[in-house]
């Protein structure tokens, strides 16, 4: 079996699991030894390979899913901070996850940070330094390519029009009447389990700031995912634009490994 500019293979699981560099940057630097030429670590990703061939690593499922946005109470009635602070992955094959190789990106001043991750074969869960803040929009990679995810918070926005206002109390009323006990994660607004008429009264509070908290009535919020565009000399950088600046073309995320073709 052979890798072309592999460095280390593990058997795990029946898969034969490499860690192999992009060879765009052994192109750029021919003569730089590994480990040493720019984004070596970032454009490390592993690869199996099953009895029928190559099969890339995908990520099967998550919880949150990708480009999930909880619209429940960021905070509860004490102020203690709350919303996605725990992400649960699932691959199509055995993987190794550390987390020096998880990169959040955030549109907050300061982005939260991946402090722990643990689990084994394709299970895995990633914690992080604190709970998304509202109107914060993130987006988790892995060191893979074409593997990420996007969450954002917009507390109060149940129809998730980008709106905080009375229109959300009536979409709630809606759900309520119409028992949608299974869409915890979007109308359980108190986040205490159960969807019934005191997630209602607390939207009520969230648009009014009658807790003494944030007033989210009339609040708007972006709606874009965040982007990933390839630079008129071939870097990869992230935006929360509604398109890509101008010149530069939008490629599907993450930016490590390097998704962007290299510039002649």
């Keep these: 079996m052979y890798f072309k500019n592999w460095t280390t293979a593990v058997l795990m699981g029946g898969f034969l699991l490499s860690t192999t560099y992009g060879l765009a940057q052994a192109e750029k630097h021919p003569t730089t030894p590994v480990g040493q030429r720019?984004?070596?670590?970032?454009?490390q990703r592993w690869v199996a390979e099953a009895e029928t061939g190559l099969q890339e690593v995908e990520l099967i499922w998550s919880d949150p899913p990708n480009l999930f946005v909880d619209v429940r109470q960021d905070r509860d009635v004490d102020g203690e901070q709350q919303g996605i602070a725990e992400v649960q992955l699932l691959f199509n094959?055995?993987?190794?996850?550390?987390?020096?190789?998880?990169?959040?990106?955030?549109?907050?001043?300061?982005?939260?940070?991946?402090v722990d991750v643990y689990g084994a074969d394709e299970s895995w869960i990633v914690l992080l330094n604190r709970p998304l803040i509202a109107g914060e929009r993130i987006m988790l990679s892995f060191g893979m390519p074409n593997v990420s995810l996007q969450f954002a918070s917009?507390?109060?926005?149940?129809?998730?029009?980008?709106?905080?206002?009375?229109?959300?109390?009536?979409?709630?009323?809606?759900?309520?009447?119409?028992?949608?006990?299974?869409?915890?994660?979007?109308?359980?607004?108190?986040?205490?389990?159960?969807?019934?008429?005191?997630?209602?009264?607390?939207?009520?509070e969230l648009l009014d700031?009658?807790?003494?908290?944030?007033?989210?009535?009339?609040?708007?919020?972006?709606?874009?995912?965040?982007?990933?565009?390839?630079?008129?000399?071939?870097?990869?950088?992230?935006?929360?634009?509604?398109?890509?600046?101008g010149g530069t073309t939008e490629i599907g995320c993450p930016c490590h490994p390097d998704p962007c073709p290299e510039v002649p």
């Design 154 to 204: 917009r507390p109060a926005d149940v129809n998730l029009d980008g709106t905080s206002n009375q229109a959300d109390v009536r979409a709630l009323e809606a759900a309520v009447i119409a028992r949608h006990t299974g869409q915890i994660d979007r109308f359980d607004i108190d986040r205490n389990g159960l969807v019934d008429a005191a997630d209602v009264t607390r939207l009520a």
């Design 93 to 114: 094959q055995p993987v190794v996850l550390t987390v020096e190789e998880l990169q959040v990106v955030s549109t907050a001043e300061e982005a939260p940070a991946a």
């Design 209 to 245: 700031g009658s807790d003494g908290k944030t007033a989210w009535r009339d609040a708007g919020f972006a709606v874009d995912p965040v982007r990933c565009c390839c630079g008129p000399l071939g870097e990869c950088y992230v935006t929360t634009n509604t398109k890509c600046n």
């Design 38 to 43: 720019p984004n070596d670590v970032a454009e």
